[in-house]
Nanobody, 121 residues
Framework: VQLQASGGGLVLTGGSLRLSCAAS????????LGWFRQTPGKERDIVGF???????EYTDSVKGRFTISRDNAKNTVYLQMNSLKPDDTAVYHC????????????????WGQGTLVTVSS
């Protein structure tokens, strides 16, 4: 499956952004989709994931602020980010895997290119 992330940009603290990740090539509904983020010199960290069933899980730092959703008809997964903070500044990546979602990037064989989110204070 091929993934294409978009929607990044510059936003002020407290603002919102919605990232999209469009998939092609395989049956989208068969995959769990994860969002990860990475800053220079650091490892790629989980933001959250959504299972095939629509059940979501999030890392603690984004709970209550970020929401992952999917539209299987459009082969797209979304990351709605609200109440953004400077610490949320990162390159955001989407990823796909068969089976249940995972918190670990090495479990995902399919990755899109990243999209940069910059939160300015």
């Amino acid at each position: 499956v091929q993934l294409q992330a978009s929607g990044g940009g510059l936003v002020l603290t407290g603002g919102s952004l919605r990232l999209s990740c469009a998939a092609s090539g395989r049956t989208f509904s068969n995959y769990a989709l994860g969002w990860f983020r990475q800053t220079p010199g650091k490892e790629r960290d989980i933001v959250g994931f959504i299972n095939r069933s629509g059940v979501t899980e999030y890392t603690d730092s984004v709970k209550g602020r970020f929401t992952i959703s999917r539209d299987n008809a459009k082969n797209t997964v979304y990351l709605q980010m609200n109440s953004l903070k400077p610490d949320d500044t990162a390159v955001y990546h989407c990823a796909a895997k068969t089976g249940p979602g995972s918190y670990y990037p090495y479990d995902y064989p399919y990755w899109g290119q990243g999209t940069l989110v910059t939160v300015s204070s």
